[in-house]
C-alpha cells in the first residue's frame, strides 16, 4: 500500500528554538497534506490542510506563525514549529491524501516533540 | 455532541471476535474509515468504505454500515493479542478532510 513518511520520529529542542518535521509520500503523489495534533489518550485534532504550491489552511486556534506549514512539492510538506515551548511538546502526525477524489488517506508513523 | 462519537474501551478474550462501534452525526458522510494506531505509532488504514456501500469484508475484518442510523462498526475475527490498540473510526465529507473519533482502546486478554 502507499507509504508515508514522517522525519525525525523523535525530536528534543530546546524552548525558543525552531524545529521542522517533514512528511513525504513515498510512492504516490500528494496535492493535499494534513497535519495533525495528538496529545495522550486524545484523539487526533486537525492543525491545517496544506495543498501543494498555496498556502496552508489552517484550523480555528491554530498560529499559522508559529506552526508553518510549506508544501513546496507534490511528495512533500513540512511542518516548521517555530520559538518551540514545553507546551508545543506533542505528537504530531501527517496524512496524504492519495488522488484527487479523497477516498484514500494514509497516515505517517508520527514525530514525538519534546521541547525541554 | 461530537461529530464521530466511539466507546473508550473494548476488552475481549483471546480467539474471540471484536467489534468496535461508531456513529456519526453528518448524512451527507462520503467515505467512512477504521485506523488502527499502536503505541507510539502513527495511524495504519485498515480499510475503508463508501457510503453506498452496507458492509465490506477483508480477511478478518467486516466493516459493516447503517447509513440510516449512522452507525458504523468494524468486526475483527478470531482476535489476536496483536490486535490491542487503539482504533479510530473517521469520515469524510464532500471537503475530504476526515474527521476523527476519539478512538477505541481494544484490549484483548489470554
Known amino acids: 500500500g502507499a507509504v508515508v513518511s514522517q522525519h525525525p520520529s523523535r525530536v528534543i529542542c530546546k524552548s525558543g528554538t525552531s524545529v521542522k518535521i517533514e512528511c513525504r509520500s513515498l510512492d504516490f503523489q500528494a496535492t493535499t497534506m494534513f497535519w495533525y495534533r495528538q496529545f495522550p489518550k486524545q484523539s487526533l485534532m486537525l492543525m491545517a490542510t496544506?495543498?501543494?504550491?498555496?498556502?496552508?489552511?489552517?484550523e480555528q486556534g491554530v498560529e499559522k506563525d508559529k506552526f508553518l506549514i510549506n508544501h513546496a512539492s507534490l511528495t512533500l510538506s513540512t511542518l516548521t514549529v517555530t520559538s518551540a515551548h514545553p507546551e508545543d511538546s506533542s505528537f504530531y502526525i501527517c496524512?496524504?491524501?492519495?488522488?484527487?477524489?479523497?477516498?484514500?488517506?494514509?497516515f505517517g508513523e508520527g514525530s514525538w516533540l519534546t521541547v525541554v | 455532541g461530537e461529530d464521530v462519537e466511539q466507546s473508550l474501551f473494548l476488552s475481549v478474550r483471546e480467539g474471540d471476535s471484536s467489534v468496535i462501534n461508531c456513529t456519526y452525526t453528518d448524512s451527507s458522510s462520503t467515505y467512512l474509515y477504521w485506523y488502527k494506531q499502536e503505541p507510539g505509532a502513527g495511524l495504519q488504514l485498515l480499510t475503508y468504505?463508501?457510503?453506498?456501500?452496507d458492509m465490506k469484508q477483508d480477511q478478518r475484518l467486516t466493516v459493516l454500515l447503517n447509513k440510516k442510523d449512522k452507525h458504523l462498526s468494524l468486526r475483527i475475527a478470531d482476535t489476536q493479542t496483536g490486535d490491542s490498540a487503539i482504533y479510530f473510526c473517521?469520515?469524510?465529507?464532500?471537503?475530504?478532510?476526515?474527521?476523527f473519533g476519539r478512538g477505541t482502546s481494544l484490549i484483548v486478554h489470554p
Open positions: 496524512s496524504a491524501r492519495q488522488g484527487s477524489s479523497g477516498n484514500t488517506i494514509y
Open positions: 468504505i463508501f457510503s453506498n456501500m
Open positions: 496544506s495543498n501543494e504550491g498555496s498556502k496552508a489552511t489552517y
Open positions: 473517521a469520515e469524510t465529507r464532500g471537503s475530504y478532510i476526515p474527521t
